[in-house]
């Protein structure tokens, strides 16, 4: 495995490798522009209702997993970098952008039953969640039998989420927001305001 990987680091043999990826991913119906990248074949999940569309210089690590189910339309815009084992869900007619240049860090996941917007250089740390869902919980009935409520969710431009941040249903950051690391947001923050804790709570601004 890691002479594998070695290999698969070498320059010619990945431009190469990414070649078949992006011809396999168009003939699933994806959108991919120039200078793609893939170190993996990602996992990918698409009905004929929905889109996903690829930008150019995207890079994707191992085991990326991209669905779009029911409408939906799922967009990495150019630069975009996604680590290893990041799971994005697009469904409900959702439109899931992450803008450009925007770096998602391992295992981070987004599950989007509505609208999830991720602004331009925004950095992710590995283990991120969004949830853009919530059970419904009314007495009388199971839990399970009752379905979701969907909220979209608003990551604006250079934002930072630290590792295992966890963003609730109907959230917006502001421009240049900083997330602590195990941080649950579960209210709109200000502009270029540095939150912590659970839930999370303004610590001070960035100057």
Not at 34 to 45: G, K
Not at 115 to 141: E, K, P, W
Not at 199 to 205: F, K
Request: charged share 15%.
């Amino acid at each position: 495995m890691t002479a594998i990987i070695s290999l698969l680091n070498a320059s010619w043999v990945l431009r190469v490798y990414s070649y078949w990826v992006r011809l396999l991913l168009q003939l699933r119906g994806v959108e991919v522009g120039q200078n793609f990248t893939a170190r993996a074949l990602p996992i990918l999940v698409k009905d004929r209702s929905s889109k996903i569309i690829i930008g150019s210089n995207v890079f994707l690590k191992d085991q990326v997993d991209l669905r779009a189910t029911k409408g939906a339309v799922l967009i990495l815009e150019h630069g975009v970098n996604l680590d290893k084992d990041v799971r994005i869900v697009a469904t409900n007619g959702a439109r899931v952008t992450f803008g450009e240049n925007a770096d998602i860090g391992c295992n981070s996941i987004f599950n989007c039953g509505a609208d999830v917007h991720i602004g331009r250089d925004v950095l992710m740390a590995g283990f991120c969640y969004l949830q853009t869902s919530n059970h419904n919980i009314a007495r009388g009935q199971t839990i399970k039998s009752q379905g979701y409520s969907h909220h979209p969710i608003h990551i604006s431009d250079d934002c930072w989420l630290g590792g295992g941040a966890f963003v609730l249903p109907g959230v917006k950051l502001g421009a240049g927001v900083v997330v602590g690391a195990n941080s649950l947001v579960n209210k709109d923050v200000s502009d270029f305001s540095i939150v912590g804790g659970s839930p999370a709570a303004t610590l001070g601004t960035r100057h």
